[in-house]
């Protein structure tokens, strides 16, 4: 999931919350600190749902003590939806084993309504949060791509025949620059394939005089 950003500095900003008051003194806030973007304040879980995915946001602010919907609930369905959207608890008051229980279950930040001041900040440290979840997310992916395309190379078969020009008597195998290597080492450095040395039980009658 992409997070949005209309333009360079603009992001789009999703609020949930019950009180349109509050709504307007988070607008004012975030406005005096000069952050350019858009909003929109929902309190309902169909809102919720519509709007994650219809106008994606950057970053989600959730009001802790809405009275239709719980910021633990609210959380629970953001991070279903993206582990890797910031979401930041605004709330009137939380004591500590609360706050706590907020981070324990997936929020980035929490700030208190009396100290709005601290809003800029967190939601400026959460745009960055987002847009290096967002880098990783894709570098990992193309880890695991090359990964998986290395093992069905690796264990799979080849996606065009390959001729290993190797001699039928010592069999060693002849390098691009004529010359020829031992199986084990060509293996080893062209493969990173190492083998463990023994004797099948046809090898360990002929060389045990038909002992074995």
């Known amino acids: 999931m992409k997070l949005s950003a209309a333009t360079p500095g603009h992001f789009h900003l999703l609020v949930i919350e019950d ?11 975030l406005q005096q600190g000069g952050l350019q973007f858009s909003s929109k304040r929902i309190d309902t879980l169909e809102e919720l749902s519509r709007e994650l995915h219809a106008q994606p946001p950057s970053v989600v602010l959730c009001d802790h003590g809405n009275a239709r919907l719980d910021s633990f609930t609210v959380l629970d369905i953001v991070r279903a939806h993206s582990k890797a959207l910031p ?3 605004v709330t009137g ?3 500590e084993v609360q706050v706590a229980n907020v981070f324990e279950r997936g929020a980035d930040d929490c700030v208190l309504k009396h ?5 800029v900040p967190a939601v400026q440290f959460a745009l960055r949060l987002g847009e290096a979840r967002q880098k990783l997310a894709a570098v990992t992916e193309e880890r695991d791509r090359l990964r998986a395309e290395f093992d069905a190379w ?11 020009p190797i001699c039928a008597g010592c ?11 031992q199986l084990e080492l060509y293996f080893r450095d062209h493969f990173n394939i190492g083998f463990s040395h023994g004797l099948c039980p046809h090898c360990m009658k002929e060389y045990s005089g038909g002992r074995a």
């Open 19 to 29: 009180a349109p008051q509050d709504f307007e003194l988070i607008e004012h806030e």
């Open 87 to 89: 979401f930041i608890v």
């Open 93 to 95: 008051s939380l004591d």
């Open 115 to 119: 100290r709005l001041a601290d809003l």
């Open 154 to 164: 690796r264990f799979g078969h080849p996606r065009r025949p390959t001729a290993v």
């Open 171 to 181: 069999k060693k195998i002849r390098e691009p620059h004529g010359d020829w290597q």
